[in-house]
């Protein structure tokens, strides 16, 4: 899968990427009651440009993404000085309040999240095959301290369990991963389109006390 997703951004097959900023994220980023200031994660970014968005907020925004070209696109797209660093097993790159890290978001270790109150998922569980969701879902937990909020958006599609990326991930799934850690609540279910595609959103607060464990 990793190989996979370094190649489709090798070949520019990013059919994926928004153009702008999604109106989910406009919609109901501000009902979540996030603290000014708190830092977001976002993982598996892209390029998003809802990244922006987020920090035009005012938030401190933590992209994690694999593919250096989809990092080095967002960096050329934006404005303002870039600072180039390591840190642990990745490239880590800043522009503006925007920070991006090169590489496996399942490397992230949780000294190195302690500053994260909040979190956004365009596209990240969606990407994901059906056996990497649980350990992704479990990571995302492990990460995050009680009372952290974020929203997650996913879709369903009839192309079948292993159609994708984006794959196909419905309700049942969403609340059979998340719910033993966060507390969910389902915002809003588009129409069908002309592919049969639909997408969801969903609010999503980290339960308390303590953290979930990390799957192997």
């Not at 599609?157 to 719910?179: I, N, T």
């Amino acid at each position: 899968m990793p190989q996979e997703w370094l190649q489709r951004w090798r070949e520019g097959r990013i059919g994926f990427h928004r153009s702008e900023t999604h109106p989910a994220l406009i919609k109901h980023w501000g009902a979540l009651a996030v603290p000014d200031g708190a830092k977001v994660l976002v993982p598996l970014c892209g390029k998003s440009l809802d990244m922006r968005w987020l920090a035009e907020q005012g938030h401190p925004v933590l992209g994690i993404e694999l593919a250096a070209e989809a990092i080095e696109q967002f960096l050329a797209e934006g404005e303002g000085d870039i600072s180039r660093y390591r840190q642990g097993h990745f490239s880590v790159y800043r522009q503006a309040s925007v920070e991006l890290w090169c590489g496996d978001f399942f490397h992230v270790h949780v000294e190195q999240a302690k500053e994260f109150q909040a979190f956004y998922d365009r596209a990240a569980l969606i990407a994901l095959p059906p056996a990497t969701r649980q350990r992704y879902s479990l990571h995302l937990a492990q990460l995050l301290p009680p009372g952290a909020r974020g929203l997650l958006v996913t879709l369903t599609h009839p192309g079948g369990p292993d159609a994708g990326p984006p794959f196909s991930v419905d309700d049942e799934e969403v609340r059979r991963l998340l719910a033993p850690n966060f507390e969910l609540a389902l915002l809003e279910t588009s129409p069908p389109d002309e592919r049969g595609l639909s997408e969801q959103v969903w609010s999503l607060c980290r339960r308390g006390p303590g953290r979930a464990g990390v799957a192997d």
